[in-house]
């Protein structure tokens, strides 16, 4: 299969055959008396069915090609335009059939424009000497002192991004990817700029150096130079007014609106960005959003969320980040300058005023409250919370397991995808539970077991990488974590069995074999793709031997999430076989039912836990404020008008019906194995 990685070319169709004439001495004519001039008059060319008609005010310089002009804008309000040029001056100019140009203060030179495009009130649109168009800017990300610049380009994706900022102890690999980036800039490289088919241009500033692809809207922004804004009719980009952008790339359904400032960034598909947000040598993949804060040399993977006026993400790597107000983290000890950097793997939170010091790195799906200075690393203790207690940074191993936010943004992300292009350039497994997570819940019993075996079983409060865990947290966590595995083993067992022939053993057995030998080992998440480990530095060795280009690589990172569920089911395979001390050749019916009913118990149990949980959303306390002026009854009939009440929450009735099919589908599968025995 041939895998194309997209250039944005736009096409100029100003006739039917594409050919253009020199003037006549009479259009010439029409066009003085209309106010237009030019510095040689042979360098305009037109289309065959041009009309002179419809300019006003025009001057040329350099040499122009002008499409014919039949078409009315119906603006809003019912408000009509014709199609032509009025009021401006064009330099070394293409304009396509059907543009309306009026009010350009200074001068459009050297673009392209493309049919059907509008372009109003704006001051300077040009291409000054050769520009990459934002391709090839290279963005110090995560450690603001340098030594993980990444070029960006068009089709830059998550993991392709996560392998150039964090494998810089593979030199050659990092040599080799910079310069098949830098080949792709240099394909660019253009003293012509291009602004696209169906493209609006209203009441903005200056246009320098930029791309513009088709159907973009442009409206009131007040600078942009420097960059690419890939938009398409499938998923058009939205610039608003006020914003600022240099050295940048804006994806293909980006909205940056409400004087946003971006500087040396890169915008993946799907991103909003608006309320005034700041943006500086920063990456931000697909679904991303940021509204009233800032951003500083972060890492933004896939659905990283800042929604508040104080927040500040600096100098860190986040994916799936809900960060709450106030969030801030600090880089800068104020000794050798802001050289640090910090990891939330993803699926973190952080609450409001929460405050983490660098280097540190959090957990998956740990929910970060208080405020901490002392570096923790919890990656090994996932779906945790990280409290502070006075000075003391505390761990609660696991709890996140039973909290029903934690599934709510599992069942949400999906849904709330953005990304209406159907080319989509990052890969996103959106896995709760997943071999990567599951390998984490793994080392964590490990942990806890050895803390708990080391320090003493009576130990009030246990150590670990400058945390604190109360005994009590330890043994929850232990809990929790098993039951995380068993739910996962089981859902992969259960998933390998289903509509499979389960009439006998052998035929059993045959059909747990793996298809694929590759999945075992450690797994890795590169923002977003979950993937073996082995199988990604199969990948990078390829790179080092120069085996690939860019277009390769974004097709392997694609197969790799494709085979995600085979590579699955061969790690689980393997965990299946160390619990049962059995080979695939080994087990019986009597050791898959077992597992099936562990199964089963435990996602009754967990499903339990987070119904429990959901029920906290419907006590006294979270009825304060309601029915104020009345009494017990109108309160909680107010509260019940507003939030409808627990019985009937669609949530809760989701965790019900999962409780019960996952029942069934556990019952109905050990009663077709028995019928084998």
């Known amino acids: 299969?041939?895998?194309?990685?997209?250039?944005?070319?736009?096409?100029?169709?100003?006739?039917?055959?594409?050919?253009?004439?020199?003037?006549?001495?009479?259009?010439?004519?029409?066009?003085?008396?209309?106010?237009?001039?030019?510095?040689?008059?042979?360098?305009?060319?037109?289309?065959?069915?041009?009309?002179?008609?419809?300019?006003?005010?025009?001057?040329?310089?350099?040499?122009?090609?002008?499409?014919?002009?039949?078409?009315?804008?119906?603006?809003a309000g019912g408000f009509k335009k014709h199609a032509g040029l009025n009021n401006c001056c064009l330099h070394n100019c293409e304009v396509g059939n059907d543009v309306f140009i009026d009010k350009i203060h200074n001068y459009i030179a050297n673009y392209k424009i493309g049919d059907n495009s509008y372009i109003e009130n704006v001051n300077l649109i040009l291409v000054e000497g050769e520009s990459a168009f934002g391709n090839g800017?290279?963005?110090?990300?995560?450690?603001?002192?340098?030594?993980?610049?990444?070029?960006?380009?068009?089709?830059?994706?998550?993991?392709?991004?996560?392998?150039?900022?964090?494998?810089?102890?593979?030199?050659?690999?990092?040599?080799?990817?910079?310069?098949?980036?830098?080949?792709?800039?240099?394909?660019?490289?253009?003293?012509?700029?291009?602004?696209?088919h169906g493209v609006r241009i209203v009441n903005c500033g200056s246009i320098k150096n930029v791309r513009i692809g088709n159907s973009a809207v442009i409206e009131g922004a007040s600078l942009l130079e420097n960059g690419s804004i890939n938009s398409n009719e499938q998923a058009p980009v939205l610039v608003g007014s006020g914003v600022k952008c240099n050295d940048f790339i804006l994806c293909s359904g980006v909205s940056v609106t409400d004087s946003t400032l971006i500087s040396r960034c890169f915008v993946g598909q799907g991103c909003i960005m608006g309320k005034h947000y700041s943006a500086l040598d920063s990456l931000f993949f697909s679904n991303c959003q940021g509204l009233h804060g800032e951003a500083t040399a972060i890492f933004a993977g896939p659905y990283t969320v800042s929604h508040h006026k104080s927040t500040l993400l600096i100098a860190g790597m986040f994916s799936f980040l809900n960060a709450g107000s106030g969030s801030n983290q600090s880089n800068h000890m104020y000794k050798l300058g802001p050289i640090h950097q910090g990891i939330c793997e993803r699926g973190s939170k952080t609450t409001s005023d929460s405050y983490l010091l660098w280097p540190a790195r959090i957990g998956a799906f740990t929910l970060v409250m208080g405020r901490h200075y002392k570096h923790s690393d919890t990656s090994d203790l996932p779906f945790s919370y990280l409290i502070e207690n006075a000075t003391e940074s505390f761990l609660v191993p696991g709890v996140n397991l039973r909290s029903v936010g934690t599934i709510r943004d599992a069942q949400k992300w999906p849904k709330r995808d953005n990304r209406k292009d159907s080319h989509k350039i990052d890969p996103i497994n959106f896995n709760l539970l997943s071999p990567y997570t599951i390998g984490k819940m793994m080392k964590g019993v490990?942990?806890?077991?050895?803390?708990?075996?080391?320090?003493?079983?009576?130990t009030d409060v246990y150590t670990y990488q400058n945390c604190s865990i109360k005994n009590s947290s330890l043994r929850h966590g232990l809990e929790l974590y098993t039951i995380g595995i068993h739910k996962f083993l089981g859902n992969s067992l259960i998933t390998r069995l289903k509509n499979a022939d389960l009439s006998s053993i052998d035929k059993v057995r045959e059909r747990l074999k793996p298809d694929f030998e590759k999945g075992s080992g450690e797994w890795i998440d590169l923002s977003g793709l979950i993937a073996p480990k082995k199988v990604i530095d199969e990948l990078l060795l390829q790179i080092e031997t120069n085996q690939f280009n860019l277009t390769d690589i974004q097709y392997e990172l694609d197969n790799i999430h494709l085979e995600y569920y085979?590579?699955?089911?061969?790690?689980?395979?393997?965990?299946?076989?160390?619990?049962?001390?059995?080979?695939?050749?080994?087990?019986?019916?009597?050791?898959?039912?077992?597992?099936?009913?562990?199964?089963?118990?435990?996602?009754?149990?967990?499903?339990?836990?987070?119904?429990?949980?959901?029920?906290?959303?419907?006590?006294?306390?979270?009825?304060?404020?309601?029915?104020?002026?009345?009494?017990?009854?109108?309160?909680?009939?107010?509260?019940?008008?507003?939030?409808?009440?627990?019985?009937?929450?669609?949530?809760?009735?989701?965790?019900?019906?999962?409780?019960?099919?996952?029942?069934?589908?556990?019952?109905?599968?050990?009663?077709?194995?028995?019928?084998?025995?």
């Not at 070029?151 to 310069?179: F, M």
């Not at 490990?446 to 009576?458: D, F, M, P, R, Y």
């Not at 009494?631 to 019900?656: C, I, T």
Request: a negative charge; aromatic letters at 10%; glycine letters at 6%.
């Open 137 to 196: 800017v290279k963005v110090p990300v995560m450690n603001e002192g340098g030594g993980r610049e990444i070029p960006i380009y068009d089709e830059l994706s998550a993991p392709l991004a996560y392998i150039l900022t964090l494998y810089r102890h593979r030199p050659e690999l990092i040599h080799n990817l910079q310069l098949l980036i830098d080949a792709y800039a240099a394909t660019l490289k253009s003293s012509v700029g291009t602004i696209g």
């Open 446 to 458: 490990e942990v806890l077991s050895n803390l708990k075996q080391i320090a003493g079983e009576t």
């Open 566 to 677: 085979d590579y699955e089911w061969t790690w689980a395979k393997e965990k299946l076989e160390a619990y049962w001390n059995k080979s695939i050749a080994e087990i019986t019916l009597n050791d898959i039912i077992s597992t099936i009913e562990t199964w089963k118990t435990s996602v009754v149990k967990l499903d339990k836990m987070i119904y429990n949980d959901a029920n906290k959303e419907f006590n006294l306390n979270s009825k304060t404020g309601f029915g104020v002026d009345g009494n017990e009854e109108q309160k909680h009939k107010d509260f019940e008008s507003v939030r409808g009440n627990f019985e009937n929450n669609p949530f809760v009735l989701e965790v019900q019906n999962h409780i019960k099919l996952k029942t069934e589908l556990g019952d109905e599968l050990i009663a077709k194995l028995k019928l084998s025995l």
């Open 1 to 75: 299969m041939l895998y194309d990685i997209r250039i944005t070319i736009f096409c100029f169709k100003n006739t039917k055959n594409n050919m253009y004439r020199k003037l006549t001495d009479k259009e010439i004519a029409t066009l003085t008396v209309y106010g237009c001039s030019a510095e040689n008059w042979n360098e305009v060319e037109v289309a065959e069915n041009f009309s002179p008609n419809y300019l006003c005010n025009v001057h040329f310089s350099g040499k122009n090609k002008l499409g014919s002009y039949n078409r009315v804008f119906e603006l």
